[in-house]
C-alpha cells in the first residue's frame, strides 16, 4: 500500500508539470492474497488500477509505468530477483518476521529500501546506512506513537498526500465500480491507519528520491551492489544450519567417511 500510494503522488507530479523528468521507472507488483483476507485483495485491484491509469497515459508513460506479476511463486521469483535493481521491504517496524526474500534480492545484487524490521535488520547490520535506503519509524517509535497518532492530521497537512488519498476516494482507480475501494480509506482514515502507513509516507518518498538520485551515479550505485552480493554470505543455508544444531538442537557435527579415499 505504501508503494501504492507513492506511485500515485509521483504520477500527480509528472501530470501537473509536464517539465518534471524523474528517471525512468517500472515497479514491479507480485502477490498472493490468502482467499479471506479481503483488504489484501483490494489492495491488489487498487494497484491494477493504478496501472490502468499509469500506463494508458501517454504523457508518462515513458517515465513510469507499473506491472503486476499474478500468481506469484518460486518460478516467477527465480525471474523477478535476479532482474531487479531495488528490493523494496516497506513493512511497519515491528511487525515483520524475518523472511528470507529480501536475502535473495540482496545476492543478487538489489538495495534494499526498507524500514528497520525483519530480516532488514540482519541485512543493515553487514552492509550499514550508506548501503541501503533506510526510511521510517522504528519499534520503539511506532509504540510511542501510537496512542497518539493521528492519521487525519497528516492527511490535512500534506497536500500530496491528500491528493494521492482523494484520488482513491474519487473512484479514479476504479471507474466502473465506484466505491470498491472505500474500505481502503476507512482503514486510512476513519480507523486511524493501524499500520501508520501516513506516518511513514513523507519519509518514503524521500528515500525514493535518494533511490533515484543514487541510480544516475551508475559507478557508485554498482560499487554499492557488490558491497550488498560480498557481505551476504552470512545468510548462507550452511551458516544457519550449523548454528541451528549448536544453539537450539545441541548436536555435534559427525566426519562422514569418504569410501573413495
Not at 523477478?80 to 535473495?104: D, F
Not at 465506484?178 to 480507523?191: C, E, H, T
Not at 528515500?207 to 543514487?214: F, I, S
Request: charged share 25%; net charge negative.
Amino acid at each position: 500500500m505504501l508503494l501504492a500510494l507513492y506511485i500515485i503522488v509521483i504520477y500527480n507530479r509528472l501530470v501537473a508539470d509536464p517539465t518534471y523528468s524523474p528517471f525512468p521507472r517500472t515497479f514491479i507488483f507480485a502477490a498472493k492474497a490468502a482467499p479471506g483476507y479481503t483488504m489484501a485483495k483490494l489492495i491488489i485491484r487498487l494497484i491494477h488500477g493504478i496501472a490502468d491509469v499509469v500506463n494508458f497515459n501517454p504523457n508518462v508513460k515513458d517515465k513510469l509505468s507499473v506491472v503486476f506479476l499474478p500468481d506469484y511463486r518460486v518460478s516467477l521469483a527465480e525471474k523477478i530477483i535476479p532482474a531487479a535493481n531495488v528490493s523494496e521491504q516497506i513493512s511497519l517496524a515491528g511487525t515483520e518476521a524475518s523472511g528470507t526474500g529480501n536475502m535473495k534480492l540482496m545476492l543478487n545484487g538489489a538495495l534494499t529500501l526498507g524500514t528497520l524490521d525483519g530480516a532488514n535488520v540482519e541485512i543493515h547490520e553487514e552492509v550499514g546506512d550508506e548501503n541501503m535506503f533506510l526510511f521510517g519509524l522504528r519499534a520503539e517509535q511506532v509504540k510511542e506513537l501510537r496512542p497518539v497518532y493521528s492519521a487525519r492530521a497528516i492527511y490535512h497537512a500534506d497536500p500530496e498526500i491528500r491528493r494521492a488519498v482523494d484520488m482513491i476516494r474519487r473512484n479514479v482507480f476504479c471507474l466502473l465500480t465506484p466505491g470498491l475501494l472505500d474500505p481502503i480509506i476507512r482503514s486510512l482514515l476513519d480507523y486511524n491507519d493501524h499500520y501508520l502507513l501516513l506516518a511513514d509516507l513523507r519519509d518514503y518518498i524521500e528515500a525514493q528520491d535518494r533511490v533515484e538520485a543514487l541510480y544516475k551515479q551508475p559507478m557508485e550505485w554498482d560499487r554499492k551492489a557488490l558491497i550488498n552480493v560480498a557481505r551476504s554470505g552470512r545468510f548462507s543455508s550452511d551458516r544457519t544450519i550449523r548454528e541451528y544444531a549448536r544453539d537450539i538442537w545441541h548436536v555435534e557435527p559427525v566426519a562422514v567417511r569418504n569410501d573413495q579415499e
